[in-house]
């Protein structure tokens, strides 16, 4: 059952003054079963740690076309993506989600906001097990204020990586396991009308398969940060690079997706174990 509920910290004019609730969600066996194993995830009896996120992409969409949130769902660009759990999710595990906007901010090249994405056991209040923060930039939009110093980048390691050959199809693919039909993802037909010459692979496909190329490395409670600085084009080869690095003295791993000659790079990011 859906419901609205005010966050705690809502207190800009300009979003949306409510979240949107899920309560009582168990993830289809089938679905985690296609998305684990279209993203490279062993099948177990644990949800894959960015699945929760496709549980609440329709609670994103709701709040993306309510009003009064100012920007429009269409040509909004993914900057970075971020999944925490404090503890594995069961895959038949009940759930509660809660979905919500905040930090909106000028950028160089419009205004960005972050939608969060807070799981909890099904009846439980107290702290998420799980979160994710998807940020989102709308190209050409007004906000008042000055941009402020772009964050720091994730390190992106370079070197020799393993080759991903990622077929025409994979958009189509994802979307029918995502529910995200955006057509940037669906044709070469669909994303020219939107200014590409060949449909892209999706970003949470990219990440995901980023996160499951680290085997069975990353334990089960840990947070994996990703950031999006190029499209791949579909189909295309690119090169995946994976390095241990040491963060805040425990080890983790960061890793980057860069064209197959080296000189385009399409995503970084950094797992840190918890």
Same mark, same amino acid.
């Not at 295309?236 to 390095?243: A, E, G, N, Y």
């Given at each position: 059952? !859906?419901?609205? #509920?005010v966050?705690?910290d809502?207190? /800009? =004019?300009d979003? $949306?003054?409510?979240? #949107? ?7 289809d066996?089938?679905?985690?079963a296609a998305?684990a194993? =279209?993203?490279g995830f062993p099948? +177990?009896?644990? =949800?894959p740690?960015?699945f ?6 329709g609670l994103?969409?709701? =709040? ?6 100012p @920007?429009?769902l269409? &040509? ?6 971020e @999944?925490?759990?404090? !503890? $594995?999710?069961?895959? *038949? ?6 979905? !919500?906007?905040t930090?909106l901010?000028?950028?160089r090249r419009?205004?960005?906001? *972050? ?6 056991p099904?009846?439980?209040?107290g702290?998420p097990v799980?979160?994710g923060l998807?940020r989102y930039?709308? +190209?050409? /939009?007004?906000?008042?204020g000055? $941009?402020?110093?772009?964050?720091a980048?994730l390190p /992106?390691p370079? &070197?020799?990586?393993?080759?991903w ?5 994979? &958009?189509?693919?994802?979307a029918?396991v995502? &529910?995200d039909?955006?057509?940037l993802?669906l044709?070469?037909?669909s994303a020219?009308?939107?200014?590409f010459r !060949?449909?892209?692979?999706h970003?949470?496909?990219t %990440?995901?398969?980023?996160? %499951?190329?680290?085997?069975g490395?990353p ?9 999006? /600085?190029?499209p791949?084009?579909?189909p295309?080869? #690119? ?5 241990e690095a040491?963060? *805040?003295g425990r ?5 980057? #997706?860069r064209?197959? *000659?080296?000189r385009?790079?399409h995503?970084t990011?950094r797992?840190?174990?918890?």
């Open positions: 059952m !859906r419901s609205l #509920v966050p705690r809502a207190g /800009a =004019l979003l $949306p003054r409510r979240g #949107v609730e899920l309560h009582g969600v168990r993830p066996a089938d679905r985690v998305f194993r =279209l993203c099948l +177990r009896d644990e =949800l740690l960015p929760p996120h496709l549980l609440g992409f994103q969409v709701d =709040l993306l076309v309510s009003e009064p949130f @920007f429009r269409l &040509g909004l660009v993914h900057l970075r993506q @999944f925490e759990q404090q !503890r $594995p999710l069961r895959a *038949d595990e009940e759930l509660d989600l809660r979905v !919500r906007a930090a901010r000028p950028h419009g205004a960005t906001v *972050d939608l969060v994405t807070e799981v909890r099904a009846g439980e209040d702290s799980w979160c998807s930039l709308a +190209r050409g /939009a007004t906000f008042p000055r $941009p402020g110093p772009a964050p980048a /992106a370079e &070197g020799p990586g393993a080759l050959r990622l077929p025409t199809d994979l &958009g189509r693919r994802f029918g995502s &529910g039909v955006n057509p993802h044709s070469a037909v020219r009308a939107l200014g !060949r449909a892209l692979a970003g949470m496909w %990440a995901s398969h980023s996160l %499951a190329s680290l085997a490395r334990p089960g409670a840990g947070r994996f940060a990703v950031e999006f /600085a190029s791949v084009l579909l295309s080869t #690119v090169v995946h690079v994976v390095r040491e963060l *805040d080890p983790g791993w960061s890793t980057a #997706v064209s197959r *000659d080296g385009r790079l995503l990011g797992f840190e174990p918890r």
